[in-house]
């Protein structure tokens, strides 16, 4: 036999089904994927030059197999099928014949680093024609490598490459989500997020001030995420008032001098002015004052005095207090002539009680003073 001869149309046809990328079923339902499968078409003749089948038609065995190099190389896939010549001429489908062992498609064929190199060779009878044949591409098969755009069904552009990129002009869905880093997606919009929650794991930790408005919270914060104020003035002297409308068992207000008021204060120890007061005294107040001869105060707070008519004549009235007092008198002065004055107590009723000083024996009109006890 002469070496195959073959046409340029053939393959140009095969070259356009080296696209798909459906398995080799010989019935298969019909589905939106073209054929796995391609023509060959070539010419064999005889020794002699005598075209195969000349006088009538005739069948022969022809493997095709397809390898990585023009010569040696490796073997890709080996398929068998029954060839009818016609004055020398036949036309196959590969793809529809019987493949020897576990082979890959003709579209996975064509789809590794070395697609380029892909060689046909026939083998007729026991004999392997040479030289072998190489895949070579159609013309507008050339631009499927570069590829301008992707169409959907209506027509319309859904995916277009640029440099470095690509822009999708439609929806574009995964069933299994996405994979990469992220790092260049520099337009995404958290506004665009409306569905769905951000783990806290996803959330960096706020740690510039004032990059969270207090409005924002709603919920109450614990007593362990509050810091402690310690610098003074940042706390209003209103802030520390308590009434009864925040408070449930006490009334306590400071004032702007640090003053502080309240109701009834329940105390185990209390300190005066330095001075301890035993919880045991506190049920009696004591009121001392010293009293001017014409009956004005000289000393003390928390009474009134009044001078009568009569010479030595002293009325004295404690400020709210209505118990009878215990009183205890001395006049006073510092020369010679006092020591024979006195002060007594003459009437003691209700909160007030009266007071007659004289010198010697004589009702004279004289400075006096006073410590008066009584119940709280």
């Known amino acids: 036999m002469k070496p195959l001869r073959h046409r340029p149309l053939a393959l140009a046809v095969f070259c356009a089904a080296l696209t798909l990328s459906s398995l080799l079923p010989s019935v298969h339902a019909a589905n939106e994927k073209p054929p796995a499968k391609m023509t060959f078409q070539g010419f064999l003749t005889a020794t002699d030059g005598t075209p195969l089948g000349n006088t009538a038609p005739e069948?022969?065995?022809?493997?095709?197999?397809?390898?990585?190099?023009?010569?040696?190389?490796?073997?890709?896939?080996?398929?068998?099928?029954?060839?009818?010549?016609?004055?020398?001429?036949?036309?196959?489908?590969?793809?529809?014949?019987?493949?020897?062992?576990?082979?890959?498609?003709?579209?996975?064929?064509?789809?590794?680093?070395?697609?380029?190199?892909?060689?046909?060779?026939?083998?007729?009878?026991?004999?392997?024609?040479?030289?072998?044949?190489?895949?070579?591409?159609?013309?507008?098969?050339?631009?499927?490598?570069?590829?301008?755009?992707?169409?959907?069904?209506?027509?319309?552009?859904v995916l277009i490459p640029t440099v470095g990129g690509l822009t999708v002009t439609g929806t574009l869905s995964a069933t299994t989500g996405f994979?990469?880093?992220?790092?260049?997606?520099?337009?995404?919009?958290?506004?665009?997020?409306?569905?769905?929650?951000?783990?806290?794991?996803?959330?960096?930790?706020?740690?510039?001030?004032?990059?969270?408005?207090?409005?924002?919270?709603?919920?109450?914060?614990?007593?362990?995420?509050?810091?402690?104020?310690?610098?003074?003035?940042?706390?209003?002297?209103?802030?520390?008032?308590?009434?009864?409308?925040?408070?449930a068992n006490a009334i306590?207000?400071?004032?702007?001098?640090?003053?502080?008021?309240a109701g009834t204060v329940t105390a185990g120890n209390v300190t005066v002015g330095g001075k301890n007061v035993a919880t045991g005294d506190s049920a009696f107040r004591i009121i001392a004052g010293i009293v001017n001869a014409n009956g004005t105060l000289s000393q003390g707070t928390g009474f009134t005095c009044q001078k009568n008519n009569f010479n030595g004549y002293y009325s004295v009235t404690l400020t709210g207090v209505s118990a009878t007092p215990i009183v205890t008198l001395s006049p006073v002065g510092g020369n010679q002539q006092f020591i024979a004055a006195s002060a007594s107590l003459q009437q003691a009723t209700g909160g007030a009680f009266q007071v007659y000083t004289k010198l010697a024996s004589t009702q004279t009109d004289m400075p006096f003073h006073f410590i008066a006890i009584v119940p709280r």
Do not use: C, W
């Not at 029954?82 to 003709?106: Q, Y």
């Open 179 to 247: 994979s990469g880093n992220g790092s260049a997606l520099t337009a995404l919009n958290g506004a665009n997020i409306t569905a769905g929650t951000v783990a806290d794991s996803k959330l960096a930790t706020i740690s510039t001030a004032g990059k969270v408005d207090v409005s924002a919270i709603t919920g109450s914060l614990a007593d362990s995420k509050l810091a402690t104020i310690s610098t003074a003035g940042k706390v209003a002297n209103s802030a520390t008032t308590a009434t009864s409308a925040n408070t």
């Open 59 to 157: 069948t022969k065995v022809v493997q095709f197999k397809i390898y990585d190099a023009s010569t040696g190389g490796t073997l890709l896939r080996t398929e068998e099928q029954t060839v009818t010549l016609d004055k020398g001429h036949f036309s196959v489908l590969l793809g529809e014949g019987t493949v020897s062992g576990t082979v890959p498609t003709l579209p996975a064929i064509f789809q590794s680093a070395s697609a380029s190199d892909r060689f046909l060779e026939l083998v007729v009878d026991g004999s392997a024609m040479t030289p072998r044949i190489q895949f070579v591409a159609s013309p507008y098969a050339l631009l499927a490598g570069s590829a301008n755009q992707l169409i959907d069904a209506a027509g319309n552009a």
């Open 252 to 261: 306590v207000a400071r004032d702007a001098s640090g003053n502080f008021t």
